[in-house]
């Protein structure tokens, strides 16, 4: 099994910055790629960036693509950095982990085996 604890989440103005971390612990020799994805009330849960340990190179969601940055450590530990944030960022950001060998970044939530508990990030204007 694998455990996933985010963190980082807060409270941010509109043109501010927040770092998310994802911890991972268990059987993280199994992982070979993780995604962040969010949710904000009322919509469906959205892909925002995912990290690979096998070659691939990391991925975004457009809406995000320049603002955001994924990274990771050998450890299997991601790190969400997050630029120039917007109201529209607001949501529920999770971590989750692909099933066991697979080691290409997915964009559907369904994909992942693994999920953290998530953390809040609101963005005032």
């Known amino acids: 099994q694998v455990q996933l604890i985010e963190s980082g989440g807060g409270l941010v103005q509109a043109g501010g910055s927040l770092r998310l971390s994802c911890t991972a612990s268990?059987?993280?020799?199994?992982?070979?790629?993780m995604g962040w994805f969010r949710q904000a009330p009322g919509k469906e849960r959205e892909f925002v960036a995912g990290?690979?340990?096998?070659?691939?190179?990391p991925s975004y969601a457009d809406s995000v693509k320049g603002r955001f940055t994924i990274s990771a450590d050998n450890a299997k530990n991601t790190n969400l950095q997050m630029n120039t944030l917007k109201p529209e960022d607001t949501a529920v950001y999770y971590c989750?982990?692909?099933?066991?060998?697979?080691?290409?970044?997915?964009?559907?939530?369904?994909?992942?085996?693994?999920w953290g508990q998530g953390t809040q990030v609101t963005v005032s204007s």
């Open positions: 989750a982990a692909r099933p066991p060998g697979l080691g290409r970044v997915s964009t559907t939530w369904t994909e992942y085996n693994y």
């Open positions: 268990g059987r993280t020799s199994s992982i070979n790629a």
């Open positions: 990290f690979s340990w096998s070659g691939y190179r």
